[in-house]
């Protein structure tokens, strides 16, 4: 399971109130079969060695890590609830190649918010884009969703659009059979 969506839309967010996450942890987080995968845990391992470096030369080795840890938490056969950059669609089908090879299926929870407001939870947590960055995210995320909306799912086996009030209310993410 990926959560995507723009900077600020509220995936971390989502992560912590679902799985406890604190912002703190420099590891994906083990519950039972499931990793949890923040890439703040990426940027909290790498800080403590890269801190002295600017943003734009700590971020890609932030990012390789965190991909990595997707990666790596999938082939050892574990269910993944990750946070990702969902506006890279040649992540999203090489984790999806990665999962249908490993015997499962990938889906996609896309939290669909307006630019303006993912910009204003950028600024709630204090950590901003560029605007550069964030216009390319943009314009890379408004063709995911609409293919999403449009039957669309590229390499997931499903996909779920929710806005942030239906994303504040999702109270479980399962893997197994359905209830």
Do not use: C
């Not at 890279?88 to 630019?115: C, E, N, Y």
């Not at 293919?147 to 994303?167: F, K, P, Q, S």
């Amino acid at each position: 399971m990926l959560i995507a969506g723009l900077p600020g839309a509220g995936k971390s967010h989502l992560l912590n109130r679902l799985y406890g996450l604190t912002g703190q942890e420099r590891a994906p987080v083990a519950l039972g079969a499931v990793r949890v995968i923040d890439s703040r845990q990426s940027r909290n391992w790498w800080a403590r060695f890269l801190r002295p470096l600017p943003p734009r030369l700590r971020t890609p080795l932030v990012h390789l890590t965190h991909v990595w840890r997707i990666g790596r938490a999938v082939h050892g056969g574990h269910g993944v609830v990750a946070h990702t950059r969902g506006t890279w669609p040649h992540i999203l089908r090489g984790f999806g190649w990665l999962v249908r090879r490993r015997g499962g299926q990938l889906h996609l929870i896309l939290i669909d918010v307006a630019p303006g407001t993912a910009r204003s939870g950028q600024h709630a947590r204090g950590r901003v884009v560029t605007a550069t960055t964030f216009a390319r995210h943009v314009r890379r995320w408004t063709p995911l969703v609409t293919r999403a909306r449009g039957g669309d799912t590229g390499a997931a086996a499903g996909v779920t659009i929710l806005d942030r009030d239906a994303a504040d209310r999702l109270q479980e993410i399962s893997f197994g059979r359905a209830r």
